[in-house]
T-cell receptor, first 111, second 115 residues
Framework: ETGVTQTPRHLVMGMTNKKSLKCEQH?????MYWYKQSAKKPLELMFV???????ENNSVPSRFSPECPNSSHLFLHLHTLQPEDSALYLC??????????FGPGTRLTVL | SQKIEQNSEALNIQEGKTATLTCNYT??????LQWYRQDPGRGPVFLLL?????KEKRKERLKVTFDTTLKQSLFHITASQPADSATYLC??????????????FGAGTRLAVHP
């Protein structure tokens, strides 16, 4: 295990639902990340938080809303998603600009 | 445009042989490059990081080279085993932002090692 946990591991939701993904790390890392991984495509960086402040938002639609209440927790709030948003959502953390530690991901299916 | 390309979507080799995976990039000048392993349904796991001033890095059966002139990194697994079967991702940070990184990933190469 990498020390980064994500819940839930699987999520099925309708386009009108609101749900949240949770990520937790107790590695003492100061940066946390959300990625989207679709089939046959490279990981796409969505958001970066450094010292609990959002520092990057890579043109992600507003139906994805991140939240970082403290240095150990990161959330991704989802609402009115589209079927093309179905993917594996990965959380990662790092101490510095070096290696990132990834969680196991949440497999999201939007019906 | 900026691109990271990894060779062939899939690489099949026989157990005991050396697997060589390629990562080429254009229009970047990264300070370092990283390699990750990803198994199906799981998150990537960090393997090695190589800096621009390092030509080669080794870790057990793994070896990475970094040629900033060719804009290429090679990832070698010697004495490959079926347990090495996975997807291998290369990643670089084009910005060197300080306290965090903005990794750009290649699409990965799926390696299958056959007994």
């Amino acid at each position: 295990e990498t020390g980064v946990t994500q819940t839930p591991r699987h999520l099925v939701m309708g386009m009108t639902n609101k749900k949240s993904l949770k990520c937790e790390q107790h590695l003492g890392h100061n940066a946390m990340y959300w990625y989207k991984q679709s089939a046959k495509k490279p990981l796409e960086l969505m958001f970066v938080y450094s010292l609990e402040e959002r520092v990057e938002n890579n043109s992600v639609p507003s139906r994805f809303s991140p939240e970082c209440p403290n240095s150990s927790h990161l959330f991704l709030h989802l609402h009115t998603l589209q079927p093309e948003d179905s993917a594996l959502y990965l959380c990662a953390s790092s101490r510095s600009p070096k290696e990132q530690f990834f969680g196991p991901g949440t497999r999201l299916t939007v019906l | 445009s900026q691109k990271i390309e990894q060779n062939s979507e899939a690489l099949n080799i026989q157990e005991g042989k050396t697997a060589t995976l390629t990562c080429n990039y254009t229009n970047y000048s990264p300070a370092y490059l990283q390699w990750y392993r990803q198994d199906p349904g799981r998150g990537p796991v960090f393997l090695l990081l190589i800096r621009e001033n390092e030509k080669e890095k080794r870790k057990e059966r793994l070896k990475v080279t970094f040629d900033t002139t060719l804009k290429q990194s090679l990832f070698h697994i010697t004495a490959s085993q079926p347990a090495d079967s996975a997807t291998y991702l290369c990643a670089l940070d084009p910005t060197f932002s300080g306290g965090y990184n903005k990794l750009i990933f290649g699409a990965g190469t799926r390696l299958a090692v056959h007994p």
